[in-house]
């Protein structure tokens, strides 16, 4: 039989009013509340504008207090509680798309001579040239796979099993990584040429200038370069000029390397239609502004919170 009135949870009998917001067991003459209230003091009011003058238009911590009646004591505090506050919210990623192309890279620091690393990741879509970055991953020692392929591992499965394209720069064994999930890897090409370009040498007087400048140019070409006759030339005259006396030990190791893993640079000239990117300058991009605004940063932890602020405050950017 249903009941038509509802009874006490605590003794089973019947319900009175007690008031205009309270009820009564009949039995044991318990009282409650019908909409209790949240325990505790009441949360401090929130000030979303600090966190924007900061991260949004580029001022700092001190520059808060200017033309304020509150001393820089009690807006710093204010500022610490929103900032920790707006990190311990959970961030709801929606990312688009059928076929996604994963950028990693890293940035690593010394807190008291002991290294911690920064993991960054962002996600593109093949169809789109906007990247969302998700929020970095802090673990203490250098960067190795081996920690990728563990962060990795702990992305949506909604978003993991749509990945289809590893982006990232020479760290050793990233491209097993790639392997393991089955998906394109593309080294990126800045790292590649930037280091090189160190090499090359700015004086005349250089020793074997002329070959370092050679290399250069030929490295340059190969990764461009569409006819596999001319490749292969390219590739046959890196091998010869690596040899040669005037080619410095480490220029020599970078020639052996890119000619040993030549196919994950063209990666993007084997599969046109995807739109892959060539380099994680967009990653760097978010390492400029979190140095910016990390400089005075000396525990890892408020490194880490800083760094994910910033990561949410600019989680956009355009990759072509």
């Given amino acids: 039989m249903k009941l038509l009135h509802k009874k006490s949870q605590c003794c089973g009998a019947k ?14 003459k ?17 000030q979303p504008d600090y966190l ?7 001022f700092r911590v001190k520059q808060l207090t200017l033309n304020s009646e509150l001393s820089s004591d009690v807006i710093y505090k204010r ?5 920790k506050h707006f990190v311990r919210q959970k961030r709801i990623v929606r990312i688009y798309g059928a076929k996604l192309i994963l950028i990693i890279d890293a940035e690593w620091h010394y807190f008291k001579k002991e290294l911690w690393t920064l993991y960054f990741l962002a996600i593109k879509s093949t169809d789109s040239q906007t990247v969302t970055i998700l929020d970095p991953v ?23 099993k749509r990945i289809i394209v590893l982006i990232s720069d020479g760290i050793r064994g990233i491209e097993n ?14 790292h590649l040429l930037s280091m090189l370009q160190k090499m090359r040498g700015k004086r005349a007087s250089t020793p074997g200038r002329l070959i370092r400048e050679e290399i250069y140019n030929s490295v340059k070409l190969a990764l461009s370069e569409t006819s596999m006759r001319r490749l292969n030339i390219l590739c046959r005259r890196l091998a010869v000029l690596a040899h040669t006396e005037g080619c410095p030990q480490r220029m ?18 084997d599969h046109p239609e995807l739109n892959l990117p060539t380099t994680v300058n967009v990653m760097e991009l978010i390492h400029s502004f979190v140095s910016k605004k990390t400089k005075t940063v000396n525990i890892p932890k408020s490194w880490h919170i800083w760094a994910i602020a910033c990561v949410r405050f600019k989680s956009k950017f355009t990759c072509k």
């Fill in 52 to 58: 924007k003058k900061v991260f949004n238009h580029g």
């Fill in 138 to 160: 802090l673990r203490q020692g250098k960067e190795t796979s081996t920690s990728w392929e563990n962060i990795i591992n702990q992305l949506s499965p909604s978003i993991k």
């Fill in 252 to 269: 020599k190791l970078t020639i052996r390397g890119f000619l040993r893993s030549l196919p994950e640079f063209r990666s993007y000239l």
């Fill in 177 to 190: 990584v790639a392997e393991k999930n089955n998906w394109i890897f593309q080294r990126c090409h800045f």
């Fill in 79 to 83: 500022f610490v509680s929103n900032l």
């Fill in 15 to 28: 319900i009175v009013r007690f008031g205009g917001k309270r009820r009564r067991c009949n039995a044991c």
């Fill in 30 to 46: 318990k009282t409650w509340r019908v909409h209790p209230a949240k325990r505790g003091r009441k949360p401090k009011r929130k």
